[in-house]
């Protein structure tokens, strides 16, 4: 794989030798976009970090992997580690930090005293001054949110700030943070050493009711077909969930997975998790696991979200237990609609894509609901 490649404190090396600027648009070259859904072209947020007017800067990497069917920042922490910490001392490098951080999942608690040991030795292997501190995240998926993370980092409730400012300008204590994600990390250090790096490449972490779950590398493009082989399913497979804020679509196996592809669908890629529901499986079921989740997880800042996400609950509670009606759907749609366009942060404006996605493409699941009343 890939992502497994080791870097060995070369790359730190031949980006020393290439100097910042070097090193930045190097990154820009290789076309390294964000692992962790949003995809921002990695360069740009480092150029913007570097020429920002300040006297401290700081990287963060962000492993605050909460997205539910996403494991693949763990994968890369249990198997290349280094690599990883050797991606956040080139990025450091590259803005002129000496303070880094790894917001560690709350969760993955226990990934941390190896991790800290990793740390260590990395630092002194590497001959630097700069220090890296994991911080244990807040148990709150909305911690994974760039704003909410750095008010969690400063010992505050953490909570989705409005944007601009944008971190790269303004972020811990108010100087530059640069914000990356543990596989966007770990491929700048591989972008920099080797030649034939594939910015294409992507981590994929498939589960749901498939024989094996699991972290697997694709290319963008890859053919639905090639992956369900992977995933090796146990009946015949009826949808997909792109992690809970992707949306749910049916299974299609010619169709090669693109951003594009994706979008034509009215679903997004995200961090590429993929959750299979099978022919006995009805979507309904989906949505309503996924409602539940944006409910407990709703920072509650905003009314639309903190509102809204209860309320869709609910009308997914009452379709389910026999009780709803044709009528409910367009109100659902509506609550989905309105709750993305007002909410503040990323999560209120994609906890109602399970919904839409589910009443578009599988409406003879919720009428299997309306038919016992
Ligand atoms: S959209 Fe939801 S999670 Fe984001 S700030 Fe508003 S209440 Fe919090």
Same mark, same amino acid.
């Given at each position: 794989?890939q /992502?497994?490649?080791k870097?060995?404190l070369? #790359?730190?090396?031949?980006?020393? #030798?290439?100097g =910042?600027?070097?090193?930045?648009?190097?990154?820009?070259?290789?076309?390294?976009e964000?692992? @962790?859904?949003?995809?921002?072209? $990695?360069?740009?947020?480092w150029r913007?970090c570097?020429?920002? =007017?300040?006297?401290e800067r700081f990287?963060v990497?962000?492993a605050d992997? %909460?997205?539910?069917?996403?494991?693949?920042?763990?994968?890369? /922490?249990?198997n290349?580690? &280094?690599?990883?910490?050797?991606?956040?001392?080139i990025? #450091?490098?590259?803005?002129?930090?000496?303070?880094?951080?790894?917001y560690?999942?709350?969760?993955?608690?226990?990934l941390?005293? &190896?991790? =800290?040991?990793?740390?260590k030795?990395?630092l002194?292997?590497?001959k630097?001054?700069?220090?890296?501190?994991?911080v244990?995240?807040?148990g709150?998926?909305?911690?994974?949110?760039?704003?909410?993370?750095?008010?969690?980092? =400063?010992?505050?409730?953490g909570?989705?700030?409005?944007?601009?400012?944008?971190?790269?300008?303004? %972020?811990?204590w @108010?100087?530059?943070?640069m914000?990356?994600?543990?596989?966007?990390?770990t491929?700048?250090?591989?972008?920099v050493?080797?030649?034939?790096?594939?910015?294409?490449?992507?981590?994929?972490?498939l589960?749901g009711n498939?024989?094996?779950?699991?972290?697997?590398?694709?290319?963008?493009?890859?053919?639905?077909s090639?992956?369900?082989?992977?995933? !090796?399913p146990?009946?015949?497979?009826k949808?997909?969930?792109?992690?809970?804020? @992707?949306? /749910?679509m049916?299974?299609?196996?010619?169709?090669?997975i693109?951003?594009?592809?994706?979008?034509m669908?009215?679903?997004?890629?995200?961090?590429?998790s993929i959750?299979f529901?099978?022919e006995? !499986?009805n979507?309904v079921?989906?949505?309503?696991s996924?409602?539940?989740?944006?409910?407990?997880?709703?920072c %509650?800042?905003? $009314?639309?979200?903190?509102?809204?996400?209860v309320?869709?609950?609910?009308?997914?509670?009452?379709?389910?237990?026999?009780?709803?009606?044709r009528e409910?759907?367009?109100?659902?749609?509506?609550? #989905?609609?309105?709750?993305?366009?007002?909410a503040l942060?990323?999560?209120?404006?994609?906890?109602?894509n399970?919904?839409?996605t589910?009443i578009l493409?599988?409406?003879?699941d919720?009428?299997?609901y309306?038919?016992?009343?």
């Amino acid at each position: 794989m890939q /992502i497994l490649r080791k870097t060995n404190l070369k #790359a730190l090396a031949k980006a020393h #030798a290439l100097g =910042q600027e070097g090193v930045i648009a190097l990154i820009e070259r290789k076309g390294l976009e964000g692992r @962790g859904g949003a995809a921002f072209p $990695t360069g740009k947020k480092w150029r913007t970090c570097h020429d920002t =007017q300040a006297d401290e800067r700081f990287v963060v990497c962000n492993a605050d992997e %909460g997205e539910p069917g996403t494991f693949k920042d763990k994968f890369i /922490i249990l198997n290349n580690p &280094k690599t990883m910490i050797e991606g956040i001392l080139i990025a #450091a490098y590259a803005i002129g930090a000496k303070r880094c951080f790894i917001y560690l999942r709350g969760e993955y608690e226990f990934l941390r005293p &190896k991790l =800290q040991r990793q740390v260590k030795s990395m630092l002194k292997r590497a001959k630097t001054d700069v220090t890296i501190e994991i911080v244990r995240g807040a148990g709150a998926y909305i911690c994974g949110e760039s704003t909410a993370l750095l008010q969690s980092l =400063q010992g505050n409730r953490g909570t989705a700030m409005s944007k601009p400012p944008n971190p790269t300008r303004n %972020g811990l204590w @108010g100087k530059p943070t640069m914000i990356n994600n543990v596989e966007t990390l770990t491929c700048a250090a591989q972008a920099v050493l080797f030649d034939n790096w594939k910015p294409e490449v992507r981590l994929f972490s498939l589960s749901g009711n498939i024989q094996n779950p699991g972290v697997y590398e694709f290319p963008i493009g890859v053919k639905m077909s090639k992956v369900i082989k992977a995933a !090796n399913p146990k009946r015949k497979l009826k949808a997909v969930s792109f992690g809970c804020f @992707g949306g /749910i679509m049916p299974v299609d196996e010619n169709m090669a997975i693109t951003p594009e592809t994706l979008m034509m669908e009215k679903c997004h890629h995200g961090a590429y998790s993929i959750i299979f529901a099978d022919e006995t !499986n009805n979507v309904v079921d989906l949505s309503l696991s996924i409602a539940k989740f944006y409910t407990y997880e709703s920072c %509650g800042k905003c $009314t639309p979200c903190r509102e809204g996400t209860v309320r869709m609950l609910n009308l997914l509670r009452k379709i389910h237990s026999g009780e709803g009606s044709r009528e409910d759907l367009p109100i659902l749609c509506e609550l #989905a609609n309105h709750i993305q366009e007002t909410a503040l942060c990323g999560l209120g404006q994609t906890c109602g894509n399970h919904v839409l996605t589910s009443i578009l493409h599988f409406p003879q699941d919720y009428e299997a609901y309306f038919s016992k009343k």
